[in-house]
């Protein structure tokens, strides 16, 4: 396909879940991608490749090579983890991200955050984002700040339990939890990069539904045509598997939760997906997926 955009984007994390959705979307619109990775040689990352995607060899943990990674780009996309060394290690790793944007002179910076980050949640990888999301703001780069809430992907992660006939959570039954489909979150990063006068400045938080426990248990029940019933389960017996932090979060769910306008989000992303539209694409039953 013939590139009508030579505005190159890169991409922090487009081997992850985001980031891969931001990268496909983006070249879908005709923009050429980079891919930041520290191994290009890894299989994840040769995935990537063609399309009008290159990769591009960098660490978060290294300003020379970040610098170098931005030598003609046009917008950066940040998406950082603490997941992999840590919070401490995530908010460096994201000012690194910033500093070499400022030195490099990126006209537009799109920064993945989450919801609530500025809410004083007690979440340690709530608070990182938010930390980053500060320096952002302070650093003169051009910016956008998107913050979604908790990803329907993530229930990919229990579909043996499920598919075994149980939901199982510490939250209580009528808890009501903000979902988003990473591809919207992709939907609107491509937003923020093709018009950027109407993006650049803004924190925007990200949400497509928002349904109980039981609600989101009638909906597998429907997609599997057989009873999935959700089951509460005691805190300390969640912290047990889970640990402390991944507690806390879902503390916060119960106690607070996050409180996105979805409606307004719609007035921008009128196809923003439903829990029930993304389980039709993604989460096949196991008769299907056999066959």
């Not at 030195?103 to 500025?118: E, K, N, W």
């Not at 992660?157 to 489909?181: C, H, S």
């Not at 597998?220 to 017996?237: K, N, P, T």
């Amino acid at each position: 396909m013939a590139r009508q955009n030579k505005k190159l984007i890169l991409i922090a994390g487009a081997t992850g879940q985001q980031g891969g959705a931001a990268l496909r979307l983006l070249r879908e619109k005709g923009y050429p991608v980079a891919a930041l990775t520290r191994h290009p040689d890894r299989p994840e990352a040769n995935a990537l490749v063609g399309h009008g995607t290159e990769i591009i060899r960098g660490d978060l943990n290294d300003m020379p090579s970040l610098v170098r990674a931005m030598e003609g780009v046009y917008g950066v996309y940040g998406v950082t983890t603490a997941m992999e060394e840590g919070v401490e290690r995530e908010i460096q790793q994201g000012k690194n991200l910033i500093d070499a944007a400022a030195r490099s002179r990126i006209s537009h910076f799109v920064l993945s955050s989450v919801a609530s980050a500025d809410r004083k949640t007690g979440i340690p990888h709530f608070e990182s984002k938010f930390m980053v999301e500060e320096h952002l703001r302070s650093s003169g780069v051009p910016n956008t700040v998107f913050r979604p809430v908790f990803f329907m992907e993530n229930w990919l992660r229990m579909r043996q339990t499920v598919e075994e006939g149980t939901l199982a959570l510490p939250l209580t039954p009528d808890t009501k939890l903000q979902m988003i489909a990473v591809r919207d979150i992709g939907v609107f990063v491509t937003m923020a990069f093709e018009r950027p006068g109407h993006w650049q400045g803004r924190t925007v938080e990200l949400a497509g539904d928002e349904l109980t426990m039981s609600e989101i248990a009638a909906s597998l029940s429907r997609l599997a045509g057989r009873e999935i019933v959700y089951a509460q389960i005691g805190w300390e017996d969640y912290e047990a598997v889970a640990g402390r932090e991944m507690t806390l979060m879902y503390r916060w769910f119960q106690e607070v939760g996050y409180s996105v306008n979805i409606g307004v989000l719609r007035t921008e992303h009128p196809n923003l997906m439903t829990f029930e539209r993304w389980l039709q694409s993604n989460w096949r039953p196991k008769a299907q997926r056999a066959g």
